[in-house]
């Protein structure tokens, strides 16, 4: 559906954007994670011709981004979602879908039936005829969202969604996202959220300047030697730090009746860690696995 | 290009404008009051203890010639404002992102920017003839109103000004990125209009017919190349990347 080969975008001397290659699957909801200036924004807005590219080769469905011709055929096929919401606040929430269900050349019948749909799922037909001007961020971001989905178009392409808004306005969106693929719309997200990106996103490229990183979440984690676990004994003893390691596991740190163990494989090594601690006379009270490892794979990659 | 978006678009912006109160009492009242004076002015003459001036006929032609002048005042700072309250309400990246091309967005934005002022001004221009006539038919027993100096005027050179000065906005509005800014440009859009309003009051050129012809021509070869400038100037992706 989205595929680049080499992508690159220079302002000047400066590499925003270098050799990017990448596929994104149709029905997918793909993540660009990366820290501010990372090129995510520059990425989006090449993918959405708003800008050219310096070199590489990008396409959108059937069509060449930076071919004039094919430039407005993808900006009919694509939503776009700006980091900014970019109302007008002067017009009611729905002249403002309105203008864009224009502007698309949806028919009238349809754009109606769109507007009412997506203002009714956004929670915000009540508030149809007031100014956008008078909206919180949040529902000034739902109706940006819905202004990107009023042609009805195939992806849809989102820098930085939930920037800005309260957990309550953010977890809105992130579910509207989630309904959004199950209406089969492929969903290009920029996000610094790692959260987000890890709640929402099919695969996740880790983005700074260059390709750092491309998976699944679990294929993310797996790049920095795996993920931790903690284990809550009732009582710790050298008998079982002793069983443990001889599974020559990664590091392990004890805090009080608290081991923090890395993991490479935890399928495997979960069970034979137990079965370690209980030969070994052990009373486990608990095992979970440890804070977010995609921040430690995003922040290992970045660092690089 | 497609007409209809450029009048979807137009249509957007005179809804704004509308609700912008102190744009829309700029834009009416301006007109309007500028009449009044105006015929303010033909009254004093008239009761004047000499009676008509001498120059009466170059007076009112002056006078008339001044709507010129607005016309290429007030699509100005609307033309300017209309393009930089996108970048400031942050609204022309999605804008830019639809299947809308540059010459339909500046067709939109010139339309919006051309009609209202042009209206009001023609609006103006009727009050102040039409009071002319009132108070002058007694003393010189024909309707100095309508005349073909005025035709010309109101109707050929007020829209080439106006044309003149919304083309130049977008120009020079693209390279400034606030609304102070663009309304500090669009104020010096007057002054070829105003040198050729004093060369008339100075005898240096006439208003009449073949010269302001002559001038609507002049304006109109301008207003076309400036036409072609203003597509080649407005680059989304300078707006997009320098704009800040």
Redo the contacts between chains.
Sequence with gaps: MIETEKLTRKFGDLVAVDNLTFRVNQGEIFGFLGPNGAGKTTTIRMLCCLISKTSGQARIAEYEVGNKSDSLKIRKLIGFVSDNVGLYDSLTAYENLDYYGKLYKCPESSRKENIERFLRILGLWEKKDFAAGTFSKGMKQKLAIARALIHDPEILFMDEPTANLDPEASKTVREFILELKKEKKTIFLNTHNLDEAQRICDRIGILNTKLMALGTPTELEHLVGGSKIVIQLEQVNDAILSALKKLSLGNMIRDDRKLTIEVTDPDKENPAIVRAIVNAGGNIQYVSPAGSSLEDAYLKLVRE | MNWG?SF??AV?EL??IR??KSIISYIILLPIILSILFSLVVQNDIASPSGISPNYQLGLESLTYFFVVFAAILPASIAAYSIVGEKV?????????????DGEILLGKSIASFVLPLLAIWGGACIFMVSTDYLTYNLISYYFFPNWTSGVMLLLLAPLAAIFSIELAVILSSRVSDVRGANQVSGLLFIPFMAVFLAGVEGAISFDVNTLLIFSGIVLIVDIGLFFLSSSTFS??EI??KWK
């Design positions: 978006t979807t678009i957007k809804t704004i609700r912008k309400e942050k609204s022309l990246e999605p804008l830019l992102a639809t299947p809308t091309t989304r992706e997009l990347t």
